[in-house]
């Protein structure tokens, strides 16, 4: 499936378009990008054709939602999410998440994650949210430490670059801590409907 | 892929599968006395879809299948999964469908198969899964075969009224040792 709008804000997260994947191609042979970790790996770099054909296949992916991720009219990233445990789905895996090496240290990560995760625990109120990342993604685990994820496991040795072994961080934040955290601040709708059956 | 025959010990051996195994897999995960630690007993059992399922497992370049064989019972399945040839890291899995053959080993002596191949024939370097704290007998058989708890999920899923949490476990290749950065 392909994400509608979300807004935090200074980034929107928004339905990617075929126009974006030139910006995807690139993402996906920047070394800056792929060191992410599961999160960097869009794809393999590709021809355009495969790039569309890519996006076919993500809008029929039904366990799946895709994000571009947009910041002063410009597209700066992308993210994906993947719905775990289905039929009975209440856990999501955080699968990608890129914001462009131009625009790192904007502070423009930090909000297109707490975008994602009002869409996650305040509008489809899930249980559960998980990512992995490599223990040297210094930023990646800034921002999921800050928005309250915790460490469930250490992988050994998992991802490999620059010439040596990198474990990875299994990490995991609950719906519990979403509400403590940033459940009175970060509501999609401030005021909750009534009730409207007395119209 | 559909893994080659491996004979083991105490009449435990794996075997490459055939769509008539497959076909029994899918009942045993439909009993409640195997699936305790699985799924929710839900499938589609039609011959077809059976087979599509099998035709891809088969094709598939990046996992092996095998049938568990006690004597010459088919009793259960395994596999390595997920395999990732760069980093040469991959999942397992494995099941005993026949619930009236648990405590003699077999998934023991399955998984110390299924471990040396992965090293000796496949040349991979690390492998890891998940599997339910409460499952026992998987996970002791798992621990003999030289997996390592790296974590712990807690409330993975809530089944037949309670939470279970999940054991993450890992295993190395000999003199690979976890060179990580923590």
């Avoid at chain 1, 409907?193 to 119209?199: F, I, K, Y």
């Avoid at chain 2, 471990?115 to 890891?128: K, P, Y």
Wanted: proline letters at 4%.
């Amino acid at each position: 499936m392909l994400g509608g709008t979300v807004r935090g804000s200074t980034v929107r997260l928004r339905l990617p378009t075929v126009d974006d994947l030139p910006s995807y191609q690139r993402w996906s042979a920047d070394m800056r990008v792929r060191a992410g970790g599961p999160v960097g790996l869009i794809g393999e770099p590709a021809m355009q054709a495969t790039w569309k054909e890519r996006l076919i296949e993500w809008e029929k992916e039904k366990e799946t939602v895709v994000w571009s991720i947009g910041a002063e009219s410009s597209l700066i990233g992308m993210a994906a999410v993947r719905f775990s445990g289905a039929p009975a789905a209440d856990t999501i895996d955080i699968s990608r998440f890129v914001i462009d090496p131009e625009r790192w240290r904007s502070g423009y990560g930090w909000d297109a994650a707490l975008t994602l995760h009002r869409w996650i625990f305040d509008v489809c109120h899930l249980r559960v949210a998980d990512i992995d990342l490599p223990a040297d993604n210094i930023a990646g685990l800034r921002i999921a430490t800050k928005l309250g994820y915790e460490r469930y496991a250490l992988g050994h040795a998992v991802h490999y670059r620059d010439g040596r072994w990198h474990d990875e961080h299994q990490l995991r934040m609950d719906l519990d801590t979403w509400d403590a955290g940033w459940g009175k601040t970060q509501r999609e709708y401030a005021t909750p409907l009534g009730e409207e059956l007395a119209r | 892929m559909l893994g080659p025959r491996i004979d083991g010990r105490n009449g435990v051996s794996l075997r490459t599968p055939t769509i008539e195994d497959h076909r029994r897999e899918a009942d045993w995960m439909l009993e409640p006395e195997a699936t305790r630690f699985w799924g929710i007993r839900t499938t589609s059992r039609r011959d077809e879809r059976l087979d599509e399922h099998f035709k891809k497992n088969a094709n598939s370049p990046t996992s092996i299948a095998w049938s568990i064989w006690y004597g010459e019972e088919h009793v259960g399945f395994t596999g390595i999964f997920d395999i990732d040839w760069i980093t040469r890291d991959a999942e397992s899995g494995i099941f005993i469908g026949r619930s009236d053959l648990y405590g003699r080993g077999i998934a023991s002596e399955a998984v110390r198969l299924r471990t040396a191949f992965a090293w000796q024939e496949l040349g991979l370097r690390r492998v890891h899964n998940w599997i339910e704290l409460r499952n026992r007998g998987s996970r002791r058989a798992n621990e003999k075969g030289g997996y390592q708890q790296m974590g712990r999920y807690p409330k993975s899923h809530f089944r037949s009224g309670q939470w279970h949490d999940e054991w993450l476990g890992e295993v190395f290749a000999p003199g690979q040792g976890i060179p990580g950065d923590g």
